[in-house]
Each structure stands twice: as C-alpha cells, then as structure tokens.
C-alpha cells in the first residue's frame, strides 16, 4: 500500500502538476476536503475528511492506494506536516502544489522571494504589525482575522494609505482579485478564504538590530526620560520578542515604549502616563518613528491598567508609590509575566528590592553612566545619576 499526500493547488484541476494528476488515476480512494474532492467523484470513492486524525485512521483502514488532496503546496501552512508525523511507517510520498502565495504574485505580476509571509487563517494574527514593518507582506487570511478585518486594522494605524491586493477563490471560475488602499478595502467584504498582499512603501525600521536610539531622537521637553545607555540594559532584560503585548508604566517622553514598539512590530506596546505634557510629547514622538503598534494610554496607574490587554513584558518607568498594587495587577493579569523596574531614589530601591525578591529569575543590577562634556579645549567627566534595574518573572507558565 502507498500513500500520496497530493499539493492541489487552489482546487482547480488545471493548477495541478502532471505527477499530481497521475497519482489521483492511480488511486480508487481519495481523501481530503470536500471542495478539493468535487473534480473527482467519478471512477473514486471520494472520502470527505479533514483532521489529521480522522485522515489518518481512514488510511489505516485501506488496503489499497490511497491518496490524501492537500490544498496549495505540501510545505506551505500544509496539513501534510501533521500527516507526516501520524504516517510514520508507511510507504508515503509526497507531491506539492502550487502554493496561493506562487499564484497569487504569479497574477499580481510581482515577485515573492521579498515578502513578509504570515497566517492569520484561523488564528489571532497581528498580521496589521507585519505590514507596518515590512515593504511586502502576503497574508493567509479566514477564520478569526479577515481581509477587511486587517484593511481596517492598517486604517486604525494610520496605514490606510498602504496598496492592498485582495485575492478570493484563486484559480476557479469566478476569480476575484481587488487592489487598492487599505481604506478603501477596508468598506468591502471579502470571502473567508482570501489571500491578502500589502505593499508598504514606508516600512518601520529600526536603524539597527539592538537598543539604545541615540537621545537626540525623542523630544523631550521638560519631561524624565530614560537615558541611552540606561534604557538600552533594561531593555535587553526585557527580553521582547516580535509578538509581545508590553505595557511601559510612567512612560515619559516614552523612549522605552518606542524602543520596544520597534522590537515588537506582530505586537502591541501601551505606554502609561499621567502627566498630559508628557502624554503630549509621546503622541509627537510615537509620530516620528511612525510606532503605529504604539498607543498612549493616559491616566495614573494602577487604575488606567485595568482595560489593558494582559503583558507580557512590563516596563516601570515611575510607579508614584503604587509599585506593590501595579505588580499585584500585573501578576493578576499574566502570572509569567516579566518586569523590569529602574529606580534612582533610595526610597524606591529599597521598595523594588523587597517586592522584587521573591520573584523567578530575580535580578538586580546598578549602573553608573560618566559622559564628557566639552569645556573649552578640555573634556571633563560628567557623572549620570546611579540607577538600579530590577528585573524578574511571575511564577507562572511561560510567558
């Protein structure tokens, strides 16, 4: 017995490879979804099934030739990778398809090897945040996250600008590819298996992989700011990554809340701030790094935590004597989740020292920053303020 794991393109026949077809005559049981089924009724026992599981105890049970018909391309967000695992032991061998992401740009007449690619098809994707920082993004779409629901997402950023192509049933019939803005996709209705190509002419960059944007970059005013070479240490032992929702409490000018917007672009960054001048200046410096992921949340803290989506990183700027109850919601919230707090004041060490403690991965580090400064012909040592970073986890699952 032998078993074909067959990549039909989109479904229809004429998309597939000769050895595709070849395989299917070949076999009298087919397996697989019911609209990749319909081309073969005649001549084979058509068996509509679409979980790994299901597919596989199906296999099991025949005797002869079998072959499973895979939407798109076998490596391509393919059920064959689960197949792959459950028919370990049995004479398999596998075909790819055409891949919706081939097709598509085959259509759009435009190249693929450049492009950002991600699944929102049936699952939360911040497929929005992978636009922002990519000049090309090709997105599966369905299920939870739509096409318009992503047209109206970039729309939300301040991307609306950004050319989408929207692509639905590839390859039959009744075709339909749209282009256009971001805004204008955003009033129409798409099919729930729908493919998606954004191109962002003005992507998000960090200038850099690490942290540390000089000073000069962020207006400051007469508002605290996180220096350099201070925020470059406490976001490290943040430890972001691109998906993380962080929350920078007592934000300032928001230079933190910027360097880890720029970290985190499939995420979701909240900087907290009480002060409305401060607040004012984090909107004008969100706008010139174009951190659309960015969003100021204006209010004291604990109290403007309370609608946040739960963090997975937490940054303390200033905590006004609320660090106990901030750390209690954080934890409340997510019990992994990962903090880091940077205190100047002796008041405020000895407070971080004592809640900090008895948290997973406990770290507590001081530094101390000397620049120069230029009098005349000389440079003379210009000692920062000491600044202590504590750092640690819930003990939670993973974060």
Same mark, same amino acid.
């Not at 440079?379 to 504590?390: E, G, S, T, Y």
């Given at each position: 017995?032998?078993?074909?794991?067959?990549?039909?393109?989109?479904?229809?026949?004429?998309?597939?490879?000769?050895?595709?077809?070849?395989?299917?005559?070949?076999?009298?049981?087919?397996?697989?979804?019911?609209?990749?089924?319909?081309?073969?009724?005649?001549?084979?026992?058509?068996?509509?099934?679409?979980?790994?599981?299901?597919?596989?105890?199906?296999?099991?049970?025949?005797?002869?030739?079998?072959?499973?018909?895979?939407?798109?391309?076998?490596?391509?967000?393919?059920?064959?990778?689960?197949?792959?695992?459950?028919?370990?032991?049995?004479?398999?061998?596998?075909?790819?398809?055409?891949?919706?992401?081939?097709?598509?740009?085959?259509?759009?007449?435009?190249?693929?090897?450049?492009?950002?690619?991600?699944?929102?098809?049936?699952?939360?994707?911040?497929?929005?945040?992978?636009?922002?920082?990519?000049?090309?993004?090709?997105?599966?779409?369905?299920?939870?996250?739509?096409?318009?629901?992503?047209?109206?997402?970039?729309?939300?950023?301040?991307?609306?600008?950004?050319?989408?192509?929207?692509?639905?049933?590839?390859?039959?019939?009744?075709?339909?590819?749209?282009?256009?803005?971001?805004?204008?996709?955003?009033?129409?209705?798409?099919?729930?298996?729908?493919?998606?190509?954004?191109?962002?002419?003005?992507?998000?960059?960090?200038?850099?992989?690490?942290?540390?944007?000089?000073? *000069?970059?962020?207006? &400051?005013?007469?508002? $605290?700011?996180?220096?350099?070479?201070?925020?470059? #240490? %406490? +976001?490290?032992?943040? /430890?972001?990554?691109?998906?993380?929702?962080?929350?920078?409490?007592?934000?300032?000018?928001?230079?933190?809340?910027?360097?880890?917007?720029?970290?985190?672009?499939?995420?979701?960054?909240?900087?907290?701030?009480?002060?409305?001048?401060?607040?004012?200046?984090?909107?004008?410096?969100?706008?010139?790094?174009?951190?659309?992921?960015?969003?100021?949340?204006?209010?004291?803290?604990?109290?403007?935590?309370?609608?946040?989506?739960?963090?997975?990183?937490?940054?303390?700027?200033?905590?006004?004597?609320?660090?106990?109850?901030?750390?209690?919601?954080?934890?409340?919230?997510?019990?992994?989740?990962?903090?880091?707090?940077?205190?100047?004041?002796?008041?405020?060490? *000895?407070?971080?020292? &004592?809640?900090?403690? $008895?948290?997973?991965?406990?770290?507590?580090?001081? #530094? %101390? +920053?000397?620049?120069? /400064?230029?009098?005349?012909?000389?440079?003379?040592?210009?000692?920062?303020?000491?600044?202590?970073?504590?750092?640690?986890?819930?003990?939670?699952?993973?974060?």
């Amino acid at each position: 017995m032998k078993v074909y794991l067959i990549g039909v393109g989109m479904g229809n026949p004429d998309t597939l490879t000769l050895g595709a077809r070849r395989a299917i005559e070949a076999c009298p049981v087919l397996i697989g979804a019911p609209r990749l089924l319909e081309p073969w009724g005649e001549g084979h026992t058509c068996v509509p099934l679409v979980a790994a599981a299901d597919i596989a105890r199906r296999v099991e049970a025949e005797e002869g030739n079998v072959a499973v018909l895979l939407s798109g391309d076998t490596g391509f967000y393919s059920g064959a990778k689960k197949l792959w695992k459950l028919l370990e032991g049995r004479q398999v061998e596998t075909i790819p398809g055409i891949s919706s992401l081939s097709y598509f740009c085959a259509r759009l007449r435009t190249s693929w090897q450049d492009a950002r690619v991600v699944s929102a098809h049936g699952r939360s994707h911040n497929a929005a945040g992978e636009i922002q920082c990519h000049e090309k993004t090709f997105a599966l779409t369905g299920g939870a996250t739509k096409a318009e629901d992503i047209c109206k997402e970039l729309v939300r950023r301040g991307l609306g600008e950004v050319r989408v192509s929207v692509g639905e049933r590839l390859s039959y019939p009744d075709e339909r590819i749209v282009t256009g803005t971001a805004a204008a996709l955003a009033e129409e209705t798409f099919a729930d298996l729908s493919v998606l190509l954004a191109e962002n002419p003005r992507p998000v960059l960090r200038p850099w992989n690490s942290p540390g944007l000089p000073d *000069g970059v962020f207006q &400051r005013g007469a508002v $605290p700011m996180t220096k350099e070479e201070v925020r470059a #240490l %406490a +976001v490290c032992k943040l /430890r972001l990554q691109r998906h993380h929702v962080v929350w920078d409490v007592g934000a300032g000018t928001g230079s933190v809340a910027l360097e880890c917007a720029l970290s985190c672009p499939a995420g979701q960054v909240f900087a907290i701030e009480k002060n409305p001048e401060a607040a004012a200046l984090l909107e004008e410096n969100r706008a010139r790094l174009g951190a659309s992921n960015l969003t100021v949340v204006s209010g004291a803290a604990p109290e403007a935590l309370a609608g946040l989506p739960a963090p997975d990183r937490v940054f303390l700027g200033g905590t006004s004597g609320s660090m106990d109850e901030i750390l209690t919601m954080i934890f409340d919230k997510n019990p992994a989740a990962r903090v880091v707090c940077t205190a100047v004041t002796l008041e405020t060490v *000895g407070e971080a020292a &004592r809640l900090f403690a $008895p948290l997973a991965e406990a770290d507590m580090a001081q #530094l %101390a +920053v000397t620049r120069t /400064r230029q009098a005349g012909r000389y440079r003379l040592m210009d000692a920062q303020n000491p600044v202590w970073i504590f750092s640690g986890e819930g003990k939670g699952h993973d974060a």
